[in-house]
């Protein structure tokens, strides 16, 4: 069976690139780390290092040892500070992905709620574009995440939260000066640019299909939301997306957004945890003034969308 001391000593080295610096952050002497070491590679019956002059380099299986060790010493720490808080404290770490639309309409007041309500958590928030959300999930890098169209797998507890109707952006001079709805064929014609969602093209929009149209005329792909707003400030093309998405812009006045019909386009946001993982206090006070904040800023119109339920 598996150590958890042999895997936060691993993990130590790992991080520091040395049995010296693991000893000192440890405060356990390098003769014994290096013991336990031993005992981790005779286990899994390869080296997890190789010994350099100047350090310890991990091997391909020590990098994949280290994924799991980190995912088992965090949910052990998580476990201790949930069982030990038999008061009903919410405290210990919590770590939320976000989309960059997410962020924009309900990050500084979520972020607010919890400084002010739970002083004891510990926030890590992280902004991803959604596709990217995923892997940090399955990495254990954030405890839920809030991701649009998130592909149907058994290792995620998924609940929709809202869907959004996508919307044409561009200049007057690129996507026309009527507010007329414009047609899905219609804006096929145009010189589209198109956000790359990392591992999962998905979080543009619900229907797969209707997306790889799209993909084939998009003349740019980017996946920075800076560099898109500023091609399509310039004039370079047009964006599907929300009106959320690029708000300052139309807030300014520099685009505009017409509506597209012939079919509707749409996205659906879910809000996704690992299945594996089991919640605590923490975690599911963390998700209740999360969805309550989503709820309030579609109420109020900050978020253009309609609630799943």
């Known amino acids: 069976m598996l150590d958890t001391r042999q895997l936060q000593y691993f993990s130590a080295i790992y991080e520091q690139g040395s049995l010296a610096q693991a000893s000192t952050q440890l405060r356990v002497a390098a003769s014994a780390l290096s013991h336990h070491l031993a005992q981790l590679e005779a286990r899994f019956g390869a080296p997890l290092f190789l010994r350099k002059p100047r350090g310890m380099e991990p091997t391909a299986a020590g990098h994949r040892l280290y994924e799991h060790a980190r995912s088992i010493l965090r949910a052990v720490a998580q476990a201790e500070t949930d069982m030990t808080d038999t008061a009903g404290k919410i405290s210990g770490p919590v770590s939320v992905g976000m989309s960059y639309s997410a962020v924009k309409a309900i990050g500084v007041p979520f972020i607010t709620q919890v400084v002010q309500d739970f002083p004891k958590v510990q926030l890590a928030l992280t902004e991803s574009l959604s596709g990217v959300a995923l892997p940090h999930l399955l990495s254990s890098d954030v405890d839920m995440a809030l991701v649009y169209n998130p592909p149907a797998d058994p290792a995620f507890q998924s609940e929709a939260v809202l869907e959004e109707r996508m919307v044409c952006v561009g200049r007057p001079d690129v996507i026309g000066k009527t507010d007329d709805p414009i047609t899905f064929a219609e804006l096929l014609e145009l010189p589209i640019i198109l956000l790359r969602q990392g591992l999962s093209a998905r979080a543009i929009m619900d229907d797969v299909m209707l997306l790889k149209k799209i993909e084939t005329r998009a003349i740019l792909q980017m996946n920075s939301v800076q560099a898109i707003a500023g091609s399509i400030e310039a004039g370079l093309g047009c964006v599907i997306g929300t009106r959320l998405f690029m708000q300052d812009q139309l807030d300014r006045g520099t ?36 969805l309550s904040h989503v709820r309030h800023a579609v109420e109020t119109r900050i978020w253009e969308a309609q609630l799943s339920h």
């Open 255 to 290: 685009v505009k957004a017409r509506p597209i019909t012939s079919p509707e386009l749409s996205r659906t946001l879910y809000l996704c945890r690992l299945a594996s993982r089991p919640p605590t206090f923490a975690s599911e006070a963390i998700r209740d003034a999360l």
